[in-house]
């Protein structure tokens, strides 16, 4: 993919929001646009050789497959506990982070450094148990969860809530691999897990039923998706760098839907974490994660508040403050 170089405003940080929309409007699958400012007074920005990029496995790191091809040894996975104290190091060790919505929006309101460009994936979450086959049945039973007030605990409490079922104990642990690990030893019968896990354990032939948490979600709130994972810019970046970069993160994901062998193939050989999967297990995951970049930013800001506004009818704000428009690259 050719990089040309970005051309922005001079105009001091505090524009970048109100500028932002241009790019949006303009950004395609597969064609790279300049940026313009209504500003006469225009600079270019240099291209960062070495880039960083921070995120959590499993389907987040999936959807960066493609880019890590194109940029080698640009991707760190490292555990959810990592994300939250980049996000605000004053530091910036990380150009960009892939994060669950719910941790930018709780760094935000503790002084994050980070912007929010888009969501990458947008709901992958399933319930499986060897003991029940509808949600009907977790009345008076157990689930083990992970990611405690998360995406995977929020869309979960919701969907609890919302169908009145109010004596399930819902139990914590710290990431989808210890969830599945407890599943497959008998320790528990019932668990939230995500994709591609979801498509290891079928794979391996064990027997268990599923429940779609999107098509329940779906029947909650007529929306099909939500916010799960988004992609955050440093302020430092924004500030010194080319953002035509943007444009790769951006097709490369989309490019995950349309050639979804290739998309395996550099997971596999290029993440350590999927180097165990094999291709058929990546290239049934791949169409179950709901990765996507949406073209035009208001798509995300309308999901984003709709979600925002749903927790706090459940009473499940666990972020704080709403984001304003400087939460926003």
């Not at 169908?163 to 407890?182: F, L």
Request: proline share 3%; with cysteine.
């Amino acid at each position: 993919m050719k990089n040309k170089f970005l051309i922005i405003s001079i105009l001091p940080i505090l524009f970048l929001a109100s500028c932002q929309n241009n790019l949006d409007t303009k950004l395609s699958n597969k064609t790279k646009t300049e940026v313009t400012t209504t500003s006469d007074n225009v600079t270019d920005k240099p291209v960062k050789d070495e880039i960083k990029v921070l995120a959590p496995s499993g389907t987040p790191a999936l959807a960066l497959a493609n880019f890590e091809a194109e940029h080698q040894g640009s991707l760190t996975v490292g555990g959810a506990d990592l994300l939250a104290p980049n996000f605000i190091s004053e530091k910036q060790e990380y150009d960009f982070i892939v994060a669950p919505l719910t941790v930018g929006l709780t760094t935000y309101n503790k002084g994050s450094y980070y912007k929010y460009y888009r969501s990458i994936v947008w709901g992958n979450f399933y319930i499986i148990s060897k003991t029940i086959s509808n949600l009907e049945d977790l009345n008076n039973n157990k689930i083990l969860a992970f990611q405690k007030n998360n995406t995977p605990d929020i869309i979960l409490r919701t969907i609890l809530d919302s169908n009145n079922i109010e004596n399930c104990s819902i139990d914590y642990t710290s990431d989808v691999a210890d969830a599945v690990a407890q599943f497959t030893s008998n320790k528990v019968n019932t668990i939230v897990i995500a994709e591609p896990s979801l498509s290891q354990l079928k794979s391996k032939g064990l027997k268990f039923n599923i429940i779609d948490m999107q098509k329940e979600y779906k029947k909650i709130t007529g929306k099909s998706s939500y916010p799960q994972a988004a992609l955050f810019v440093s302020e430092n970046y924004i500030e010194n760098y080319n953002l035509d970069i943007l444009d790769d993160f951006k097709n490369t994901i989309n490019d995950s839907n349309i050639d979804i062998e290739t998309t395996a193939n550099n997971a596999k050989n290029n993440i350590s974490t999927f180097s165990t999967f094999s291709i058929d297990v990546l290239k049934s995951a791949i169409p179950n994660s709901n990765i996507k970049v949406e073209d035009d930013i208001n798509t995300d800001k309308e999901a984003i508040n709709f979600y925002l506004d749903l927790l706090k009818d459940l009473n499940l704000n666990t972020y704080g403050e709403d984001p304003k428009e400087d939460f926003y690259l």
